[in-house]
């Protein structure tokens, strides 16, 4: 698939409004990208990117396991050549003894029916502008599970099988579909893992230089890139390595 540039393009990041979303929509724009719709939960979180850069940000209420709010969002940015699904939460705690599953469920409303629902939305808009990209922000936990973090892995292993079948059923159309795979960065969702984390800026900027060469599965901070060298060296001492706590 051709690489897409963020340079004069429309780009959606939801889950902007701080960390590696907030990230994307700033450096999109000094990128040269036309327009960023910056999207969150509480547009309120957006009114200093807004004041910043004016009328190229365009603030959207958000929340993406809201199918009634997606639907608004892709009637209000039908000029999108972009989709970053950036929005993400995690901390449903353990699988077993876990008195209240409602944290495991919300972390697969988020991290893989929000992907559905907003993919189902704009895969049209960016078939009718020219094909596009999507950019699935998934995570290291993704490709083999974090004892810490069960739930959460699941639902990033899930994303990543739902990006596979979104590259199959968006090529005819000229889309790329890359997924990102991350290891620890520095944002407020990873601030007690005791790891060394990359800057939510590196990582931006590496994702973006690898969709303009249309990249498919993007490491994009050394972490990621030595954890994903493992797991295909020897994926069940990696996995052992994870529940042991490495």
């Known amino acids: 698939m051709p690489g897409v540039s963020i340079k004069d393009k429309v780009v959606l990041v939801s889950g902007s409004n701080r960390g590696i979303g907030k990230s994307f929509a700033i450096q999109a724009l000094e990128m040269g990208a036309k327009k960023v719709y910056a999207a969150a939960r509480d547009k309120s979180k957006l009114a200093e990117l807004a004041t910043k850069y004016g009328d190229k940000i365009v603030p959207l209420t958000l929340d993406v396991t809201n199918q009634d709010q997606v639907t608004a969002a892709a009637d209000a940015a039908g000029d999108v050549e972009v989709l970053i699904n950036n929005s993400g939460m995690g901390g449903g705690g353990p699988m077993v003894g876990n008195p209240n599953e409602a944290g495991q469920r919300m972390e697969m409303e988020v991290n893989y029916f929000g992907i559905i629902k907003m993919c189902d939305a704009f895969a049209p808009i960016l078939g009718a502008n020219g094909g596009g990209a999507i950019?699935?922000?998934?995570?290291?936990?993704?490709?083999?599970?974090?004892?810490?973090?069960?739930?959460?892995?699941?639902?990033?292993?899930?994303?990543?099988?739902?990006?596979?079948?979104?590259?199959?059923?968006?090529?005819?159309?000229?889309?790329?579909?890359?997924?990102?795979?991350?290891?620890?960065?520095?944002?407020?969702?990873?601030?007690?893992?005791?790891?060394?984390?990359?800057?939510?800026?590196?990582?931006?900027?590496?994702?973006?230089?690898?969709?303009?060469?249309?990249?498919?599965?993007?490491?994009?901070?050394?972490?990621?890139?030595?954890?994903?060298?493992?797991?295909?060296?020897?994926?069940?001492?990696?996995?052992?390595?994870?529940?042991?706590?490495?």
């Open 135 to 246: 950019v699935n922000i998934l995570s290291i936990a993704g490709l083999s599970s974090f004892a810490f973090a069960p739930g959460y892995s699941a639902s990033k292993a899930a994303g990543r099988s739902l990006t596979q079948a979104l590259r199959v059923e968006l090529a005819k159309q000229g889309t790329l579909v890359s997924g990102v795979f991350p290891g620890p960065v520095d944002t407020d969702m990873a601030k007690n893992l005791p790891m060394d984390k990359a800057s939510p800026d590196s990582v931006v900027s590496h994702v973006y230089e690898e969709i303009a060469k249309g990249s498919e599965d993007i490491y994009p901070d050394p972490f990621a890139v030595q954890f994903a060298a493992g797991v295909q060296a020897d994926f069940k001492a990696v996995e052992k390595a994870n529940a042991a706590g490495f």
